[in-house]
């Protein structure tokens, strides 16, 4: 499990198996769809070229607003996880060639050395090198199903809020054109380059002012 104030992932144990569902009990930053109120909830947002500046909500029946990005955030993700919104179960393609919904950790893997002795800040003469590898702990890494279809499972409460009414808000506002290039051309590449994690690139920087330059007039709420 891999939890920040965006969202929650899981992976590993049983969820290595695609045949199993996921246990209604792992998740944890949302209500089960199942059990959500029945009845809508009403939020705005408010975008900054296509930034979200403002959030008004209402809670235990009082009207509140936040425009600080960490209030907006979080009062998205109370909004989405009282809600039920946000969870996936995926499979994904990686980096390095295989499908996972995570790893599983065996003792039939070549052995690899722990990330201390990797990024170490000098090279060290052989002796010690030896010496010290043979004191740091290893992990053996290898997929537990031959055919590496390991999906994945994600919660994404708030972004999955800001995310779509930010979609709403380009079809009324960005040109045609200007949002057909951007989907066509930078959007998977954009999300790419950060998967794989070449977010200090010169491409994901190109990228990047691309994605600004087609937000200019997505203003509203």
């Known amino acids: 499990m891999d939890e920040n104030l965006a969202h929650c992932s899981y992976e590993a144990g049983i969820l290595e198996d695609p045949n199993t569902t996921p246990p209604a009990d792992m998740w944890k930053l949302t209500v089960d769809p199942k059990e959500a109120p029945d009845k809508e909830e009403l939020f705005t947002v408010e975008f900054k070229k296509g930034i979200p500046t403002k959030l008004q909500y209402t809670e235990d029946g009082k009207s509140k607003t936040v425009t600080d990005a960490v209030d907006i955030l979080t009062a998205a993700n109370t909004i989405g996880r009282r809600n039920g919104v946000g969870r996936i179960d995926i499979v994904e393609n990686r980096f390095i060639g295989i499908k996972s919904r995570g790893e599983t950790f065996t003792a039939t893997c070549p052995r690899i050395p722990h990330p201390k002795l990797l990024h170490r800040p000098a090279p060290l003469d052989h002796d010690t090198d030896q010496a010290l590898a043979s004191k740091m702990p290893t992990q053996r890494i290898i997929p537990k199903y031959t055919s590496n279809n ?10 999955t809020l800001l995310h779509l009414s930010h979609l709403d808000l380009e079809g009324l506002t960005m040109d045609r054109e200007v949002r057909s290039l951007r989907d066509a051309h930078v959007t998977l590449p954009y999300g790419r380059a950060l998967y794989n994690g070449h977010y200090f690139s010169p491409q994901r920087e190109y990228l990047h002012a691309s994605i600004v330059a087609s937000q200019k007039d997505v203003n509203g709420t």
Do not use: F, Q
Not at 150 to 159: F, I, Q
């Open 150 to 159: 390991n999906p994945r499972c994600y919660e994404t409460p708030g972004l």
